[in-house]
Every structure is written in C-alpha cells, then in structure tokens.
C-alpha cells in the first residue's frame, strides 16, 4: 500500500496571503495525485488531479506541483471559503488517502 | 448533471448487516468506474469496493470477504451489503464515480453515516 503523509497537520494563514500544503508518497506515484476540499458535513471536492490539472470550476488561485514522491498544493491568496481540510490523494496503485491539512484562520 | 444520492445509513450492532443504496441520475452506471469510500476519524478516507463494467470487483482488505458491491442497471442504482459488521466499520459512507479518463473521484454523493455500536 502506498502511504501518503500530509504536512502540516494545521495551518494558521489569515484570508489574502498564501498557503503551501505539502503532500509525501512513500514511493512514486508518476503524476496520478489529486487535492480534494473538504468542509464540515460535506464530500470531498475534487481540486487537482494529475498533480496540476484544476478540475471543473476550481478557480485559477488553486495550483498544483510535483512528481514522484513530492507534491505541492497552493492557494495563491486565500479567501473566506477556503478555510477547509484539503486531502491528497494517489491514484497510481488503487487510492490512498493523506490525513489531511486542517487550514485555519 | 451528475448526481449520487446514498442512503440506507443507520445504528446496527456489531455482527449485524446493512445494505447501502446509492441513486445515480445524469449518467449510467452500467458503463461507469463507481467506488465507496468511508471517512472516520480514526481511519480518515478509506475506499471500500470498486466495480466497473469490464471486470470483476474489488475489495480493500478491511472489508474483503464481508462486503459486496453490486449494481442494478434498470434502477441506475450502486449497492453495498455490509456483513460482520464491526466498530471499525463506523463511518460517512460515499459514493463516487471515477472514469478511465479521470481515474479518481471527480463525482461524490453527500454520503450516508454508518454507526457499529452495541
């Protein structure tokens, strides 16, 4: 199984500046990685897939970087409903979920 | 547009069984990737069972051998009967659609919570 670890557990950003979520396989997933928002009593909502590619309607201020191993999901200038827990996920070998990044005011 | 609906979610002691329905509308599940995937807080996001058309399906080893997913084309519905049910099997149980273009989980359903608990 492949193991996915999420840095860090929270993130303290206040809304306009930028917040960079890490994102670590335990081995390489090429580029099928994707970045899911979740909000309190809602499903995941797919971000990124294939490492950098927005989904439907995810605005620009969302991006996506890597390879391998090593993956980056940024949000250029935060805005209110951002504040949410973003989960990485691989989907080279069946899917595996990362604990998630509790993003916070 | 495509939409998931589950339900079917409940308290059941542990051993018990449960089956969960999922409501599909604006595509066919016939020809679809469909997958449930639990959320628990000890176990985050965990994907259960995976059926596609053009094969047999598949099950995550925590629930191999007590689930099985099944669909019914003419209701355009996905199934789960859950057997042997522990507490560990505690969770929101979603339904999702994935397509062998976007092999993940582009489509969710609002989810249905399952409570093992004596």
């Known amino acids: 199984e492949i193991l996915m670890t999420q840095s860090p557990a929270t993130l303290s950003v206040s809304p306009g500046e930028r917040a960079t979520l890490s994102c670590r396989a335990s081995q390489s997933v090429s580029s099928n990685l994707a970045w899911f928002q979740q909000k309190p009593g809602q499903a995941p909502r797919l971000l990124i897939y294939?490492?950098?590619i927005r989904a439907t309607g995810i605005p620009a201020r969302f991006s996506g970087s890597g390879s391998g191993t090593e993956f980056t999901l940024t949000i250029s200038s935060l805005q209110s409903e951002d504040f949410a827990v973003y989960y990485c996920?691989?989907?080279?070998?069946?899917?595996?979920f990362g604990h998630g990044t509790k993003l916070e005011i | 547009e495509v939409q998931l609906v589950e339900s079917g979610g409940g308290l059941v002691q542990p051993g018990g069984s449960l089956r969960l329905s999922c409501a599909a509308s604006?595509?066919?599940?016939?020809?679809?990737?469909m997958t449930w995937v639990r959320h628990s807080p000890v176990r985050g996001l965990e994907w259960v069972s995976f059926?596609?058309?053009?094969?047999?399906?598949s099950y995550a080893d925590s629930v191999n051998g007590r689930f099985t997913i099944s669909r019914d084309n003419s209701k355009n519905m996905l199934f789960l009967q859950m057997n042997s049910l522990r507490a560990e099997d505690t969770a929101v149980y979603y339904c999702?659609?994935?397509?062998?273009?976007?092999?993940?989980?582009?489509?969710w359903g609002r989810g249905t919570l399952v409570t093992v608990s004596s």
């Open positions: 996920q691989q989907y080279s070998n069946w899917w595996t």
């Open positions: 999702a659609r994935s397509t062998a273009v976007l092999p993940t989980f582009a489509h």
């Open positions: 294939a490492a950098s």
């Open positions: 059926a596609y058309s053009g094969g047999g399906p």
């Open positions: 604006g595509f066919s599940v016939s020809n679809s990737y």
